[in-house]
């Protein structure tokens, strides 16, 4: 009878503040079943070491992104590494955005553990993980994060309608769908309609 052993997760650990690094590294050492093949990896360096440690998966920081197109030019460059986010606080629905851009999971900084534990595992078989219910509605350092209703501008501004299509569709005024649109590219870093269309989730 031959056992089989699985391979440890490979996991790349983007740079964190001191403490949540040294966290993060004694967690994945202590844990046999992952093996930490980066770590301390400066934010504008990700897509370098990536490309060089092929990890099954990358712990990013929420806090050091520009913007949430990041996460879909990294996930469609390294379609095979899943893409974890760690954010000092976040909510469900924020987390949800996230995931559409490209993340597989997302979790507060101050999750226990066994959940970023959990979280790595399930994330390395394409499992998607969202922040407890009951997380911090309020949200700290990193890019701004849509809005519901800017969420809904962005959809209907993606199927090609006009102000005043998406104004009535939304029964709100046109100044408004273009306050929103505003909001939209600036928080996506967009700056026109096809910019939008190529970053759509």
Do not use: W
Request: with cysteine.
């Amino acid at each position: 009878m031959s056992l089989t052993t699985r391979q440890p997760v490979s996991v790349l650990l983007a740079r964190f503040e001191d403490l949540i690094a040294r966290g993060l590294r004694a967690l994945i050492d202590e844990d046999e079943s992952l093996e930490l093949v980066a770590f301390d990896v400066p934010h504008p360096s990700l897509p370098d070491a990536i490309a060089r440690h092929r990890p099954a998966v990358a712990i990013i920081d929420h806090g050091s992104m520009v913007n949430t197109v990041e996460l879909r030019g990294i996930r469609t460059a390294f379609p095979d590494t899943r893409l974890i986010v760690l954010a000092s606080r976040t909510t469900v629905s924020e987390g949800r955005q996230l995931l559409a851009f490209g993340a597989t999971a997302c979790l507060p900084k101050t999750a226990q553990a066994r959940d970023v534990v959990h979280a790595i595992h399930l994330a390395s078989r394409g499992l998607q993980v969202l922040p407890a219910r009951g997380a911090d509605p309020h949200h700290a350092h990193g890019p701004e994060l849509l809005t519901a209703r800017e969420a809904e501008v962005l959809e209907l501004l993606q199927t090609g309608r006009a102000n005043a299509e998406i104004a009535a569709a939304l029964q709100v005024s046109i100044e408004t769908v273009r306050t929103h649109a505003r909001h939209v590219y600036r928080k996506l870093g967009v700056s026109s309609r096809r910019e939008l269309r190529a970053v759509r989730p």
